[in-house]
């Protein structure tokens, strides 16, 4: 059902109640594909072969374990990998049965389904928030020098709360991914048939454009809106941006990378096309399938059994010990016959696995786990990174026409059409993708940029947002009192930074230890370099220049003191206005069975667990490196490899 969040601004209550009164009517023609019925989303007992099964909770609370229901496949997660891989269990396995766990809830919030309230996401019940660990070089702009990460809660996971947009990255990326493993199924030319398996595009020209059609399909449950925008960046960038020499491209995933391009989005009918729609309400009505709201699992159930000919042991997996909030039952078993599938995320897959012995030892030693095996669990952490620049434009306002007719209100063009304003996510309408060494086919940074005419910019809403500290941004606030600000974010594409991911105790509920050691290696703050040296270059280009552009000084006291524009005063600027893009990847990292660096094969099977069921990871935890973009396509791409090769083991 739909639901109302905490964090719903006052002022659009009104049009949130009369909203939720019209999608969660059943009859209503415009009833959301995301809405997924009580009885499937609750803790009831499934048939299978003809039989009532005991429903969890009632099984458990009345005592052995071993009457709980034993499930073939149990998916940990309800992320978008997750929810595609429950969807292709249930429908390619009639007879046997699979079960999703997921920590979150399932009722989608009014800010999940608007496209336009996307921001209000961020700190909803759809969100979750970590602080990561203090850094010299990085961080010092944010209250209490403390920056976050936000990642997905409920059903959907990050897909419920993202910008929506879709890039699946470039052949570099995925050929990468195919030399490390030494398995060319991963390479570009071969995930292409996946993209196109996931998408539906509604474009008609992108759909008959032979480039596009390579990625994009026409058929596939994660649909793809063409951009609209409802902001006027378009035309001032633009003619800068072709004055600087960049082309623009048709779309972002039609065979070139470097240029500029309007997103599409994963919008649907005016709707996020989240997972939780495209794969779980489309699976609702089968009954092998059964998902378990508000559980986290707590650690796998292992087991280690020695050979008396060869003298070695074999560790393998029976189940997971999953913790809700029952007071009854806190804690019970769950055993899997064919299949666990780990997918938890970059953050707390590899948390599940430590908590379970599988790690390094000097990480599971101090909290008194012994170790099962030996895997580098929770390292390789990486993700992006992005300064944030302002540019002050001398742009005149726009006078509105007295004679031209009203506007339609956008409340009532969403809730009886889908359509205006509402139906779209309104920042970052044009995106630009620069190769910094200009050496190179592939980009290395990303600008995703959007307006804010004169006395619009709010600083007090970015403090909030992004946790920059309001003092900081004084110079900007004057500067838009008769200027338009383009803010524009500097995104570092594929860091060579890494950090890693730590548990601060055994209790799933607390929170991890993140070391993001973000722009630790030089090369880092080089290309962030070289892409502010390259928004310069924008700037002077003699459109901006006829706008009177310039970048706002930001009041830093400690970089004042250096001369500005020189590379000293960049590295500073950074310190203190660079933040996380929240594309965590890389915790648990595919790569070859023997490869110290390794924790799951290219099969994505955890290494060093034999037998059955056999454990498995499908999530971004395991992407050896970025992709170069948003990380919502490999995503789902990494779900339907998982699906399609747990189909062939089984």
Known sequence: MLALSCSTPVWLIPFFTALLVQINDPNSSTHGDYEL??????????????????????????????????????????????????????????????????????????????????????????????????????????KDNKPFVVIGKGLGGGSSNSEMTFN????????????????????????????????KIDDETLKNDPECSKVYGSTGPVTLSPFKSQNGEIPILKEALNEAGYDMLKDINCGKWIGYYNPSRTIKNGERNAAAGAFLATAKDKKNLMILKGATIDKLLMKRTSSSS?????????????????????????????????????????????????????????????????????????DN???????????????????????????????????????????????????????????????DTSLVEAEKFDAKAVSEAVGYKEELLSSVVED???????ILKNLLLQPKSSGMIQMTSTNSSDPPKIVGNYLS?????????????????????????????????????????????????????????????????????????????????????????????????ADKSIMPQLTSGDTACAYYAIGLKAADLIARDN
Request: aromatic share 8%.
């Open 37 to 142: 019925s009580p009885d499937f989303m609750t803790n009831e007992g499934i048939k299978f072969d003809g039989k009532k099964q005991k429903t969890i909770p009632s099984a458990c609370e009345a005592g052995p374990a071993g009457k709980l229901p034993k499930f073939d496949f149990i998916v940990a997660g309800g992320g978008p990998a997750s929810a595609l891989i429950a969807n292709q269990l249930a429908e390619k396995f009639c007879h046997k049965t699979t079960l999703l766990i997921e920590a979150g809830g399932g009722d989608a919030i009014v800010n999940t389904v608007v496209p336009a309230l996307t921001s209000y996401t961020q700190k909803s019940e759809a969100s979750v928030a970590y602080f990561i660990e203090p850094q010299d070089n990085f961080g010092l702009g944010v």
């Open 480 to 486: 838009n009192k008769k200027n338009a600000i383009i």
């Open 168 to 199: 699946c990255g470039n052949e570099n990326n995925y050929n990468l991914w195919a030399n490390l493993t030494k398995d060319p199924s991963w390479k570009y030319e071969n995930m292409l048939k996946i993209f196109q398996k996931i998408t």
């Open 310 to 382: 060869s003298g070695s042991s074999e560790v393998s997996v029976t189940g997971v010990r999953v913790k809700t909030a029952n007071s009854k039952c806190k804690h019970f078993d769950i055993k899997a016959r064919r299949e666990i599938i780990l997918g938890a995320g970059t953050f707390n897959t590899p948390r599940i696995l430590m908590r379970s012995g599988i790690g390094r030892k000097s990480a599971l030693k101090p909290l008194g786990i012994k170790q099962t095996l030996n895997l580098p669990v929770g390292e390789n952490y990486r």
């Open 521 to 617: 290696d030089p090369e880092d703050v080089k290309t962030m370099i070289g892409g502010i040296r390259m928004v310069e270059e924008l700037i002077n280009t003699p459109y901006m220049k006829s706008m009177n552009a310039k970048l706002s000084q930001m009041n830093i006291p400690e970089c004042n003191a250096l001369t500005y524009d020189t590379d000293d005063y960049w590295t500073c600027y950074l310190k203190y206005f660079a933040s996380v893009s929240n594309n965590p990847i890389g915790t648990c990292k595919m790569g070859r069975s023997h490869h110290k660096a390794s924790v799951v094969n290219s099969r994505l099977k955890v290494i060093g667990i034999s037998g059955y069921p056999r454990l498995r990871i």
């Open 385 to 447: 990174v992005y300064s944030t620049h302002y540019i002050v434009i001398s742009k005149p306002q726009e006078v509105a026409d007295p004679n031209a007719p009203p506007a339609a209100d956008p409340y009532d063009l969403y809730l009886f059409n889908r359509t205006g304003p509402l139906a779209q996510f309104s920042a970052n309408d044009l995106n630009v993708l620069i190769n910094t060494k200009k050496d190179s086919p592939y980009p290395d940074i990303e600008w």
